[in-house]
Each structure stands twice: as C-alpha cells, then as structure tokens.
C-alpha cells in the first residue's frame, strides 16, 4: 500500500521520503519514483532510532514537512498464535514496530509539522476494534496505535490527525496471516490510495477514518 500511494503522490507533485525494510526492493521504488518527482529512499526499520532521525533528516533536506505516513506494520508470529501462547518477546517486537516507531517519529516530525500547519496519518486495521480470534497481538498494537492518533488529534488541534482502515487488502503481510489460503478476492492495496489522498489534500477534520467509506462522518 506504501508504493501504491508514493505512485499516486508522485503523480501529484509530492516530494517525498520513503522507506521501507528491504533494501532491494526500496531501490527499485526508487528508481521508478525518480522519473515523476524529487524524492528520498532511506532503508530500514521505523523501530530502530537512528532510522527514524534520518527520515527527519531527509525531510529537512527536502525543504518541508506537509504529512507523515506511519503505514509500516509488523504481523507478529505466523500462524498468528492465540494470547494464550503468544511469545513476548515476539509481542515487544510487534509493539516496537507498530506503536512505538510511529509515535517516536511523530514526536520527532511535530516541529516540522507544526511549521506547515501538517498532517498525521496512521494506517490502523479493524483488528483493532474488532475481537479476532489469533489477532490478539497484532489487533492490540493496532488499537494502541488508534487511541494514540485520538489523543494526538485532542493535544494538536492545529494540525490534522488520522487514523485509518483500508480493510482487508491483497498484500504479503494479510497473506502471512493466512499461510496457504487463497486472498486473491481481497481488494488491492490501490483501492485504498483515493480516500489516502482524500485525507492528505482534503479538508476533513481529524478523527478516525475508513477509505471506503470516506466522506463519511469520524467512525
């Protein structure tokens, strides 16, 4: 979903600065993106500190901060493993990545942000509202991540902050959660781009958000 969206913002006139874990695959993003807009490529983990500070660097660079993106996810164990078996330490992890990454590197964007009057938005999931059997790790990050946004978008109320579900989408990680099953009738990851944009370039208030329905009320 990350590249679908660096697509349609290349296309739009974006600068931007993108990451992702595996290198291989970031470069040839980034070789694609180069042709339609000036943009930054920085490999590694949003877990990891120094990765973070130098997403910020790299925005510097670029002149100005409008928006952060937290979309990188960590699954956790597959098969997903019910609470009552779930590793910790595999738990800490799954954390790291998908709450205390994103935070960290909105504390660090905020000055930034509030330079540009700017924008927040954090790609949440369903699995955390919803009680899903072998979802308890993942769903619970996710729903840490939700009340984060919530609390964010009531200290900041001059900037735009968002929380959001694609739904259920064909990518690797939604295929790692069900090793072995068909998910080709899941929509794909650039069905959610159109309500993304609507929220980067919008006027809608800060609040929680599905892409397929938005222009629908804060869920």
Request: glycine letters at 10%; zero cysteines; a negative charge.
């Amino acid at each position: 979903m990350g590249l679908a969206l660096a697509r349609e913002l290349a296309e739009r006139g974006w600068s931007l600065v993108i990451d992702a874990r595996g290198a291989g695959a970031l470069e040839a993003a980034r070789a694609e993106l180069a042709a339609t807009t000036n943009l930054v490529a920085v490999a590694g983990d949003v877990a990891d500190e120094l990765h973070r500070q130098q997403l910020i660097r790299a925005a510097q660079d670029l002149g100005r901060l409008d928006a952060v993106v937290n979309n990188a996810s960590l699954l956790g164990p597959s098969p997903l493993p019910g609470l009552a078996e779930y590793p910790l330490d595999d738990l800490r992890e799954v954390y790291e990545a998908n709450v205390f990454g994103p935070l960290r590197l909105v504390q660090l964007a905020l000055p930034l942000l509030a330079e540009s009057g700017g924008r927040i938005v954090n790609v949440t999931s369903d699995a955390g509202v919803e009680g899903y059997e072998g979802w308890g790790g993942y769903g619970s990050s996710k729903a840490a991540l939700e009340q984060i946004s919530n609390v964010l978008a009531a200290e900041h109320p001059d900037l735009r902050v968002y929380w959001v579900d694609p739904g259920d989408m064909n990518t690797q990680m939604n295929q790692d959660a069900y090793p072995g099953e068909d998910i080709s009738d899941r929509a794909p990851p650039e069905a959610s781009v159109p309500g993304l944009v609507m929220l980067l370039e919008g006027d809608l208030p800060s609040g929680r958000y599905r892409t397929s329905q938005l222009g629908d009320e804060p869920s």
